[in-house]
Antibody, heavy 121, light 107 residues
Framework: QVQLQESGPGLVKPSQTLSLTCTVSGGSINAGTYYWTWIRQSAGKALEWVGHIHTSGTTKYSASLEGRIVISMDTSKNQFSLGLRSVTAADTAVYYC?????????????WGQGALVTVSS | DIQMTQSPYSLAASVGDTVTITCRGVESINPYLNWYQHRPGRAPQLIIRSASRLQSGVPSRFSGSASGTEFTLTITHLQPEDFATYFCQESFRTPPNTFGQGTRLEI
């Protein structure tokens, strides 16, 4: 069974870059056809899709974050990463990495436990 | 984006009760909706796919149904481990997909 685990700083200063890594275990990140996804949840709000990288390496980002976000994959380490530049307090959230399968009614069948990132000076 | 309205925001129930949680869209996306359970400190878990398909290993007291633009998650004979947050996710089109606000099921 595939397991995901987020890691990275829990505190980021405003205007700096948020960096998180998701380590995948129990399966290869470049096997099959999946979207390796970042999702976040701010206090009191619904989960928000942030962006993903497909097994092929193709990326797609939230329109609201376009220009500030980069998602990359390191197959040698079985990891994928999120970089979000010029953060503000609005980027404070619990960040989840997840695997989304493709095809019929694509859902997220594996998730990390989440990593709280606070943007504050 | 396809907006999903989930209700109620929170729900109190007792062990052995039956509860229902609803997600409603503004357009028909039947059966493209998934349900998740999220227990505190754990990773969210996909429990129902395509409105009514129970995922492997999920107890049969969980069920899903759909009618028009409304999707329902029903949990019968509530067990202590069922007290968690539940949220829906539309899966009508390729990503990005939107989520419901979540329902906190409390004892």
């Amino acid at each position: 069974q595939v397991q995901l685990q987020e890691s990275g700083p829990g505190l980021v200063k405003p205007s700096q870059t948020l960096s998180l890594t998701c380590t995948v275990s129990g399966g290869s990140i470049n096997a099959g056809t999946y979207y390796w996804t970042w999702i976040r949840q701010s206090a009191g709000k619904a989960l928000e899709w942030v962006g993903h990288i497909h097994t092929s390496g193709t990326t797609k980002y939230s329109a609201s974050l376009e220009g500030r976000i980069v998602i990359s994959m390191d197959t040698s380490k079985n990891q994928f990463s999120l970089g979000l530049r010029s953060v503000t307090a609005a980027d404070t959230a619990v960040y989840y990495c997840a695997r989304q399968f493709t095809g019929w009614s694509p859902g997220f069948d594996s998730w990390g436990q989440g990593a709280l990132v606070t943007v504050s000076s | 984006d396809i907006q999903m309205t989930q209700s109620p925001y929170s729900l109190a129930a007792s062990v052995g009760d039956t509860v229902t949680i609803t997600c409603r869209g503004v357009e028909s996306i039947n059966p493209y909706l998934n349900w998740y359970q999220h227990r505190p400190g754990r990773a969210p878990q996909l429990i129902i796919r395509s409105a009514s398909r129970l995922q492997s290993g999920v107890p049969s007291r969980f069920s899903g149904s759909a009618s028009g633009t409304e999707f329902t998650l029903t949990i019968t004979h509530l067990q202590p481990e069922d007290f968690a947050t539940y949220f829906c996710q539309e899966s009508f089109r390729t990503p990005p997909n939107t989520f419901g606000q979540g329902t906190r099921l409390e004892i």
